[in-house]
């Protein structure tokens, strides 16, 4: 594998589920990324993790629960999730947070009913 | 406003050139992007300029950077039906530690 890699790709969720989204990159990068694409909005930035450690959280709701155990992982945690949260959901990694470019994945594409 | 704003179509025949233009407000900003995106697919980073620079060139794509007017172009040469994406300018602001400011995206449709 190359690159930053999603799993899964598309995911249908009640709104009482828990699920989690995965994310790895294999570029050797120190900086990762949660990002939420919607319709009619410009891409958002949720958190940054830099070294494993989160250094920023751009006042997203408490139920996305990130978790990076390693430079190379990311999770996201859901759960009693609301339509509105319905989203691509998009992973990137870079160099170091601040320094070189963000590399995306494909995304998970997210539908909560 | 938005802090980083595109036009949100451009349609353009195959073989002529494609301009994309975006605007941002923020004069901290060090890095500007141009990312693309397909169709189901993430987004692809296209080229990047350091706000130090007012050009930069890669094969057929051309960005030129107007830092006085805050105005950033991507410039496409001999597009091809191929190119048909969403376009994504972002910023970097010197103090964001690594946040991307994205503008709403360009749909760009190339016509044979």
């Known amino acids: 594998e190359t690159g930053v890699t999603q799993t899964p790709r598309h995911l249908v969720m009640g709104m009482t589920n828990k699920k989690s989204l995965k994310c790895e990159q294999h570029?050797?990068?120190?900086?990762m990324y949660w990002y939420k694409q919607s319709a009619k909005k410009p891409l958002e930035l949720m958190f940054v993790y830099n070294f494993k450690e989160q250094t920023e959280n751009n006042s997203v709701p408490s139920r996305f629960s990130p978790e990076c155990p390693n430079s190379s992982h990311l999770f996201l945690h859901l759960h009693t999730l609301q339509p509105e949260d319905s989203a691509l959901y998009l992973c990137?990694?870079?160099?170091?947070?601040?320094?070189?470019?963000?590399?995306f994945g494909p995304g998970t594409r997210l539908t909560v009913t | 406003g938005e802090d980083v704003e595109q036009s949100l179509f451009l349609s353009v025949r195959e073989g002529d050139s494609s301009v994309i233009n975006c605007t941002y407000t923020d004069s901290s900003s060090t890095y500007l992007y141009w990312y693309k995106q397909e169709p189901g697919a993430g987004l692809q980073l296209l080229t990047y300029i350091f706000s130090n620079m007012d050009m930069k060139q890669d094969q057929r794509l051309t960005v030129l950077l107007n830092k006085k007017d805050k105005h950033l172009s991507l410039r496409i040469a001999d597009t091809q039906t191929g190119d048909s994406a969403i376009y994504f300018c972002?910023?970097?602001?010197?103090?964001?530690?690594?946040?991307?400011?994205f503008g709403q995206g360009t749909i760009l449709t190339v016509h044979p």
């Open positions: 972002a910023e970097m602001r010197g103090t964001s530690y690594g946040k991307l400011t």
């Open positions: 570029l050797g990068h120190n900086a």
């Open positions: 990137a990694s870079s160099q170091e947070a601040g320094a070189g470019e963000q590399y």
